[in-house]
């Protein structure tokens, strides 16, 4: 389907441009509400290899303590001199249970909502990422020592961990897409915030930015109130520490 096609190219070319921004005060508000909340349980009652629940979704603490250890690893070949403090680590561990915690409970809505992401979707990214080009094009062997040696990871296990996040990524372009304002949309607000339109045409564009922005921050809201009613989360990460 053409337009599937375009909307998916929209998608991409948008989360290159938003990636390292977008949703994160957002999440963060989120998470740490819920995580307040419903606070901690019992292990033995969730699986012993549990760190955290979504709803009825197990978030395994093997899968946890794996990326934890990616990213402390990546942190100390990046330093010469010095060693990861405790905080560090443990910041380090409360970042990636949030993350996961977080693409979890946006995949459930997602799902929801009838998005899924299909294997020629994944293949299709995969195949715009340079680390896994060479000469400019998708390589299989430099695909493969790149999640070998790079991210410690089987092709099979990142192909599905990505498979997720696309379409998490789908949902939250969804709203996106829901803040956007139209030139009509943002005169009449311009004219009612102002009383006149003498520099209208001078401030439009800050002025539409501004607007969608404010949009953006309620539609987000709107939609953490959505996950809060319907996601129920228990964090295990203490019970763990403290075995």
């Given amino acids: 389907c053409i337009l599937y ?7 991409m070319d948008f989360f290159r441009k938003h990636m390292k921004t977008i949703f994160w005060i957002t999440l963060l508000g989120f998470l740490l509400a819920t995580f307040a909340y419903f606070g901690a349980g019992g292990i ?33 070949a990046q330093r ?13 561990k409360t970042g990636v249970l949030q993350d996961m915690v977080s693409e979890e409970a946006f995949h459930l809505m997602a799902l929801e909502y009838g998005l899924d992401t299909t294997d020629n979707e994944v293949r299709a990214y995969l195949q715009q990422i340079p680390q896994f080009q060479k000469n400019g094009h998708f390589d299989h062997m430099t695909y493969f020592q790149a999640l070998r040696y790079g991210l410690k990871m089987s092709p ?21 897409l829901e803040s956007k304002v139209t030139d009509k949309e943002a005169e009449y607000e311009y004219l009612r915030r102002n009383g006149n339109l003498k520099n209208w045409l001078k401030e439009k564009d800050k002025f539409i930015e501004t607007l969608q922005g404010e949009k953006r921050v309620r539609l987000f809201n709107q939609f953490v109130n959505i996950l809060q009613q319907k996601i129920k989360i228990k964090d295990y990460l203490v019970k763990f520490e403290q075995q």
Avoid: C
Avoid at 5 to 11: G, H, K, P, S
Avoid at 80 to 92: A, G, M, V, Y
Avoid at 158 to 168: N, Q, W
């Fill in 80 to 92: 010469e001199n010095s060693q990861l403090t405790d905080e560090e680590i443990r910041q380090i």
């Fill in 44 to 76: 033995l009652t969730k699986g012993i290899d549990t760190v955290a629940t979504v709803n009825s979704k197990k978030i395994s603490y093997t899968e946890f303590s794996k990326q934890v250890d990616r990213i402390v690893e990546n942190q100390r």
């Fill in 156 to 176: 099979e296990d990142f192909e599905k961990s990505r498979k997720r996040a696309l379409t998490v990524d789908k949902l939250r372009y969804l709203i996106y």
């Fill in 5 to 11: 096609t375009i909307f998916w190219r929209n998608i």
